[in-house]
């Protein structure tokens, strides 16, 4: 008996400290108020500290498993991404590669660092290192694509080299096939010709061509491969537990085959596309490229089912594995192309089925106007809005690749602030290598590892962004206006051979909305029309996305075309007293002109110019929050603010190299405190207050940053003079 109660009371004190370890998992990422914030500031838990790509680019051993591991750890970094590289000599997806990583992340349970998966053998993701090519052939050999030539005469062996053969008459085509040539040798006319076109092999793919992620199967065959028959057979009782999710880096639809003339295939996109839309895509192929036929009908409805063939067949098998195994899947696409379709049609469509959704931010060239890396903000707030409208609490940056091997800790610094403010709170840093010999140090350097002069001194930067993700992590932030994004716009009027002027008009005037938004520290989500289609509604006067109710809806500059789902949304909204600030008279839904388009539009604000009073006083908002910049012409300031159940966080940084940013807020709360990210220390900071509302002061130095929180009670905290 005595040997009975033992056993019992060992299965409870189990029983009890698994429900209090999971417990503490879900309060670390459910964190919604200071209280919770504060005693964990000053040394941030491992799930919120920096995630470095591990990169294995050599024969790898367990010495220098341990050696990395524990370098990792004594630099303040929270875990690990394993990422097979260029220069990998240990086999991939070997019983040895398993091996190793089962001993990594033993090595990491020992540390406290967790371990994440990198699923592919460098990048794009989707062919489990040419495994996936080797067992489905058809992942790669049914053709990727067509591409066109141009003719006035064709004969009867035409038929046999092209696989279609259209001809214009009018606005108008047909179908030429051998039965409509008749006996003639030669016929003249306008022809459009098209051939089947592949993937190009590639080292990158291992020799192969990259696979088709919108063919039927794929994806599941490399969860398969990758995943069931590999990491999960391996090291599955790991799942959601010290190995925390898996990484996709970069799957797309584009082709490898030079773009030039060419439209993206797949064997049952044509009769999909005629059942969707019950009109045949071969006879209007020349729309994809000329102005011709219904051409901006034809485009949208062409690029928005592809956007809906990858999202069924590549975003949800993933989501679903990873939901099924306790695991966060996150990454990122080619998210610097905006607003070109091809590689992806909707890069914020995608970020709806990730756990969390990640950006790749490259290199050290910070610059807002050509906005192709650091600068360009539209990549981040389309990752934070789909995230503050579908409830996603983690995002995620990959970090600094390419930065050079001359990047200094205040270029970090800078480039790391400009994301997180615009809503990022987790870095994955690119990359850390085990090996530099040969060619492998040229592989987008610099290296987050022993090779660097600074690498013991980085532990300051490591806990600064721990600090950062913690307290940006937590609450939620509130925006009331959306902006929606011009995204199927601009399918319009991209074509394979040159594309409509409109199509720059579109990327240009919507970098120099959101920029301008930005600099009058108006707070705004973006919205996509694929996410609201799926979660939008209409509440009173409230336009609803997922979770987020908003008081303003904007239609940007060159905004030509809503989807139905949006205008039928946008009707009910501006029917019930909502407002819309319009920059532009859109004439289409769904790639079709529309009379009742237009006598919608007579309803709505409409504007030339930008101005910071269009959006002040939004109605409905109790926030009670303002910026005042003293010198606009000094400074490049940003801000972002969480709302917690006893306050907010407010975070400033200061963009410019050579001046300070200083100014003035007025919010609403009875205590400020400032919270230093560098020591972990947090003080009372020096501000006024009358009837409710903190007035504070501030000043910010070049490349500089400010944490504040406002506290909706009074706090006695000492404040430095």
């Not at 001359?406 to 840093?429: A, C, H, P």
């Not at 801000?639 to 400033?652: A, C, K, N, P, S």
Request: aromatic share 14%; glycine share 8%; net charge neutral.
């Amino acid at each position: 008996m005595r040997k009975k109660n033992q056993i019992f009371h060992i299965l409870l004190l189990m029983f009890m400290m698994g429900i209090i370890a999971c417990t503490k998992n879900q309060q670390l990422n459910n964190l919604n108020s200071y209280t919770q914030v504060q005693p964990l500031f000053s040394n941030p838990p491992a799930d919120y500290r920096t995630i470095p790509f591990f990169v294995w680019n050599d024969k790898m051993t367990k010495v220098q498993i341990d050696s990395f591991m524990q370098g990792y750890k004594d630099a303040g970094c929270g875990g690990v991404f394993i990422h097979p590289r260029y220069g990998l000599i240990t086999e991939y997806l070997s019983k040895d590669w398993f091996d190793l990583f089962k001993y990594t992340v033993e090595k990491g349970k020992q540390l406290g660092l967790n371990v994440w998966i990198y699923d592919e053998n460098s990048y794009p993701s989707g062919f489990a290192g040419g495994n996936v090519q080797d067992q489905m052939p058809e992942s790669y050999n049914q053709g990727q694509g067509y591409k066109l030539w141009k003719t006035n005469e064709i004969n009867r062996d035409s038929i046999k080299f092209y696989d279609i053969i259209l001809e214009k008459e009018g606005d108008n085509f047909k179908k030429i096939n051998k039965d409509s040539l008749g006996s003639k040798t030669d016929h003249k006319g306008d022809y459009y010709l098209f051939k089947k076109v592949f993937n190009e092999t590639s080292k990158w793919t291992a020799g192969f061509p990259y696979v088709d992620l919108i063919y039927k199967g794929v994806t599941e065959k490399f969860i398969q491969i990758t995943m069931t028959d590999g990491y999960e057979k391996y090291a599955g009782d790991e799942f959601g537990k010290e190995i925390k999710g898996t990484f996709s880096d970069e799957p797309n639809i584009n082709m490898s085959y030079k773009w030039e003339r060419c439209i993206r295939w797949t064997p049952d996109l044509f009769p999909l596309f005629k059942s969707t839309y019950n009109y045949e895509l071969e006879k209007n192929l020349p729309s994809l490229y000329e102005e011709v036929g219904n051409w901006k009908k034809v485009r949208h409805d062409y690029y928005k089912i592809l956007l809906k063939m990858f999202i069924e067949r590549w975003s949800k098998p993933w989501h679903a594995y990873c939901e099924s195994k306790g695991l966060k899947w996150t990454g990122h696409y080619w998210d610097h192309e905006w607003p070109s379709p091809v590689s992806c049609p909707d890069n914020m469509a995608m970020y709806e089925y990730p756990q969390m959704p990640g950006v790749d931010l490259l290199f050290n060239d910070f610059n807002e106007k050509k906005g192709e890396q650091f600068g360009n903000i539209r990549i981040v707030k389309e990752l934070a809005s789909v995230a503050n409208q579908l409830d996603k609490t983690r995002t995620l940056s990959e970090t600094y690749g390419g930065s050079g091997w001359d990047i200094t800790f205040r270029s970090m610094k800078r480039n790391g602030d400009w994301e997180y403010v615009l809503g990022v709170n987790t870095m994955n840093q690119h990359l850390s290598y085990t090996s530099l010999a040969g060619e492998r140090k040229n592989d987008f350097p610099q290296s987050f590892s022993y090779h660097e002069p600074w690498w013991k001194q980085y532990k300051s930067l490591n806990d600064y962004f721990g600090r950062l993700s913690l307290v940006l992590s937590s609450g939620k932030q509130v925006n009331k206006i959306l902006v929606i994004e011009p995204t199927t716009s601009a399918w319009m009027y991209f074509a394979g051979i040159k594309s409509n002027g409109w199509y720059n008009e579109i990327l240009y005037s919507f970098r120099f909305l959101i920029n301008k938004l930005e600099k009058m520290q108006i707070e705004y989500d973006l919205g996509s029309e694929n996410i609201i289609e799926g979660h939008g509604s209409v509440k009173n006067d409230q336009f609803i996305v997922g979770s987020r109710s908003y008081n303003q809806v904007v239609i940007p500059p060159y905004l030509t075309n809503l989807d139905k789902s949006t205008f039928e949304l946008l009707k009910k909204y501006v029917k019930n007293g909502g407002k819309v600030i319009a920059f532009s008279n859109p004439e289409y839904v769904d790639g079709k002109e529309s009379k009742e388009l237009h006598k919608l539009e007579l309803k709505w604000n409409k504007f030339d110019l930008i101005k910071k009073e269009m959006f002040a006083n939004v109605p409905g908002d109790d926030e009670k929050f303002n910026i005042v910049i003293s010198d606009t012409s000094k400074g490049d300031l940003y801000h972002y603010r969480r709302i917690v159940e006893d306050g907010q966080f407010i975070f400033l940084v200061n963009s410019d190299l050579k001046n300070d940013a200083s100014g003035n807020i007025q919010v609403k709360g009875k205590s400020v405190s400032g919270m230093d990210l560098f020591t972990g220390e947090i003080k009372g900071y020096a501000a006024s207050y009358d009837q409710g509302m903190a007035n504070i002061n501030f000043s910010i130095p070049p490349a500089g940053s400010l944490l504040l929180y406002v506290g909706n009670q009074k706090e006695s905290i000492k404040v430095d003079k």
